[in-house]
């Protein structure tokens, strides 16, 4: 497997060419629900060009050594948002579609819980590998060989409060 290591400007540049490409498909969706972790910065920033309302859906699949070993997901009891009802044109959101399992069962989820709701579901996500079981109706890039994506934000996955405290205590008594 190769590695595909993203910088912060890369990532926000990649959730902006994904906003463009649901933007010219001129679908009109009026809720956005997120898939944290992974989806979560990309649902932020795609609910603020939007201006549409933003619902978390948490789950987690991934552990293990380096959080790369991939295990059965696990969804959160609730989704998290400020609105009274869900909207009935859904946008669900993630970084990637890896082997899709995460994406098919957020869509089975939200059906399941909230089915007479909504009309319709369409997912957009920044990388789509080609191992995966689903294909994503909007996304930026298709990995063919299915590489490792570094992302910016891992060094905060192997970081300790104590050792953020040390990196600004040294030399300034305040930060």
């Not at 590695?3 to 990649?14: C, E, G, N, P, T």
């Not at 859906?57 to 997901?73: F, K, M, P, Q, T």
């Not at 993630?94 to 098919?104: P, T, Y």
Request: charged share 20%; net charge negative; proline share 4%.
């Amino acid at each position: 497997m190769s590695d595909l290591y993203i910088s912060w400007s890369d990532y926000h540049q990649k959730i902006e060419q994904l906003a463009v490409k649901i933007y010219q498909s001129h679908w009109d969706f009026n809720q956005i629900v997120c898939i944290a972790k992974g989806g979560l910065r990309v649902g932020d920033i795609l609910c603020r060009i939007y201006d549409q309302p933003l619902a978390i859906l948490s789950a987690s699949s991934y552990g293990g050594l380096g959080n790369r070993v991939r295990g059965a997901i696990a969804f959160s009891q609730h989704l998290s948002m400020t609105s009274e009802i869900l909207g009935s044109r859904v946008l669900l959101v993630d970084d990637l579609v890896d082997s899709g399992i995460s994406l098919r069962e957020s869509i089975h989820w939200l059906e399941c819980h909230y089915g007479n709701e909504i009309e319709e579901i369409r997912t957009a996500v920044l990388w789509y590998k080609s191992c995966s079981v689903m294909v994503p109706n909007y996304y930026v890039d298709y990995l063919p060989d299915n590489p490792w994506i570094h992302q910016p934000f891992e060094p905060y996955e192997r970081m300790s409060p104590s050792e953020l405290a040390a990196k600004y205590l040294v030399g300034s008594s305040t930060l």
